[in-house]
């Protein structure tokens, strides 16, 4: 998807650009809230122009909703405060509404939300998520988890809304595996926080399909604190290697 941004907006600023992305999510991940920049000559369209020629230009699973100018010192990944990600899942006996088959995992066994939130409390604040996470070298594990927290939004429907500083590779996706494995009964609450433990990934848990999963939001400070945070970020990052 990035590339194919990419290509539309050379076309329509007739230079190569390259941009940057609040977070790479895992393939076959959705994203409603993503954000990106680029740097634009000063002689650039305006805001409203560009979103009417991307609509134009971009494949029908591509829009880009919105465009406004912001300070030089923004960047789209290390001025971030935190990530938000909702993960979709129904355990009707019957299967998905067909119109929500492409973001909503199917389970066919009834979950337990309370025995899931419970194991979600225990997961809370900021630790070594190395068992939850695809080995990356020199990347570290370690993060502070914000949110986790399922929600019955229909009788066959519940959703996941997860948010933390960032996540790293398929650290969402492992935490709703587990918890799906609480939820129906075959692992007590206590176990996924058991797993941080854990200097590694652990082959007990089973990574959840990417298609119910979706980046829905990102949160950035105020304008005149983004270059601060920039900073932070940077300087975190350097001394122990991070991905989104």
Request: net charge neutral; proline share 7%.
């Amino acid at each position: 998807m990035q590339g194919e941004l990419e290509a539309a907006l050379s076309v329509i600023a007739r230079v190569q650009t390259a941009l940057t992305v609040a977070g790479r999510t895992d393939a076959g991940v959705h994203a409603t809230g993503q954000v990106a920049h680029l740097d634009v000559p000063p002689d650039a369209l305006t805001p409203e122009q560009l979103v009417h020629r991307l609509a134009r230009l971009l494949p029908p699973d591509l829009r880009v909703p919105a465009v406004r100018q912001v300070p030089g010192s923004f960047d789209a990944r290390f001025s971030a405060l935190r990530r938000h990600y909702r993960y979709r899942v129904c355990d009707a006996p019957w299967g998905v509404d067909p119109l929500r088959r492409y973001d909503t995992l199917v389970h066919y066994r009834p979950l337990d939300e309370t025995a899931m939130n419970t194991a979600s409390t225990l997961l809370l604040g900021e630790h070594d998520f190395a068992a939850f996470c695809r080995h990356r070298a020199g990347a570290s594990t370690i993060r502070a988890l914000e949110r986790l927290e399922w929600i019955r939004d229909q009788p066959h429907l519940l959703t996941a809304h997860v948010a933390a500083d960032a996540f790293c590779h398929s650290m969402v996706r492992s935490l709703v595996g587990a918890l799906l494995a609480v939820g129906e009964g075959r692992r007590r609450p206590e176990w996924p926080a058991s797993l941080l433990r854990s200097t590694a990934r652990t082959s007990e848990v089973t990574v959840a399909a990417p298609h119910g999963l979706t980046l829905v939001a990102v949160d950035y400070p105020a304008d005149d604190q983004l270059a601060t945070r920039a900073q932070q970020t940077r300087a975190l990052r350097s001394a122990h290697p991070l991905t989104d």
